[in-house]
């Protein structure tokens, strides 16, 4: 079975830094996609950011460009999210999520990926 563990989560001040890991298993495929997600309570679950297996490619929501870096170990199957000079709306719950139908990352939505995370928390304070 597929499985996603996200870890990394916890409670900085704004500012800061974290650092997210996603390490999938229980599939061979090369080619992928793999999005990490957000959900602040009372709000929508929302895309941050995906990453295709195939060429690196990866797509970025407005309000973390240039302070979030998605980046893969395809070897490991692991996938991470660097956050730099976090906010606090920064502030969710972060899942990340597996497309094994298709490899591109120009366009993420919520309805995409299959196979999802347990979650990990991130909170900012002010």
Known sequence: ???????????????????LSCAASGFTDDDYTIGWFRQAPGKEREGVSCISSSDGSRTYVDSVKGRFTMSSDNAKKTVYLQMNSLKPEDTAVYYCALDLQWSGANYCPVGRFGSWGQGTQVTVSS
């Open 1 to 19: 079975d597929v499985q996603l563990q996200a870890s990394g989560g916890g409670v900085v001040q704004a500012g800061g830094s974290l650092r």
